[in-house]
Nanobody, 128 residues
C-alpha cells in the first residue's frame, strides 16, 4: 500500500499561484510514477500533470504553460505548481501513484486507469 497525502489547497484570487504537495509513504517512492488530477463540481476527474520515476513530465493542454510538476525522491514528495489561476481551475486536486518499476524511468501516467493509489484530495477555490 501507498499512502498519499495532499496539501497546499485553499482559496486564491484569480491570477494567483498555488503549490501543492503530495507526501507518499508505505513503499519505495522512487518506484512510482506520479500524477495530479482534478475534479470540478459536476465534472469528471481529469488529468493535470504527470512525472516519471525520473524527470520526464507531461501536462494537459489546459495547463498551457501554467503547470509545473516536480518530485523530490529524498522527501518522498511530488509537487504541483500552478500559476495564473483562473476560476475554472476550481476543483479538488488529487495526487496519484502508478507503480512503474518495470516501465523504466521515462514513463509518465496520464489516465486514471494507470494509477494504483490515490490521495484524499485538496480543495482549490479560485475567486474572480
Amino acid at each position: 500500500q501507498v499512502q498519499l497525502v495532499e496539501s497546499g489547497g485553499g482559496l486564491v484570487q484569480a491570477g494567483g499561484s498555488l503549490r501543492f504537495s503530495c507526501a507518499a509513504s508505505g513503499r519505495t517512492f522512487s518506484n512510482y510514477a506520479m500524477g495530479w488530477f482534478r475534479q470540478a463540481p459536476g465534472k469528471e476527474r481529469e488529468f493535470v500533470a504527470g512525472i516519471s520515476r525520473g524527470t520526464n513530465t507531461l501536462d494537459a493542454n489546459s495547463g498551457k504553460g501554467r503547470v509545473t510538476i516536480s518530485r523530490d525522491n529524498a522527501k518522498n514528495t511530488v509537487y504541483l505548481q500552478m500559476s495564473s489561476l483562473k476560476p475554472e481551475d476550481t476543483a479538488v486536486y488529487y495526487c496519484a501513484a502508478d507503480y512503474a518499476f518495470s516501465y523504466g524511468r521515462t514513463y509518465v501516467p496520464s489516465t486514471m486507469a494507470e494509477c494504483d493509489y490515490w490521495g484524499q484530495g485538496t480543495q482549490v477555490t479560485v475567486s474572480s
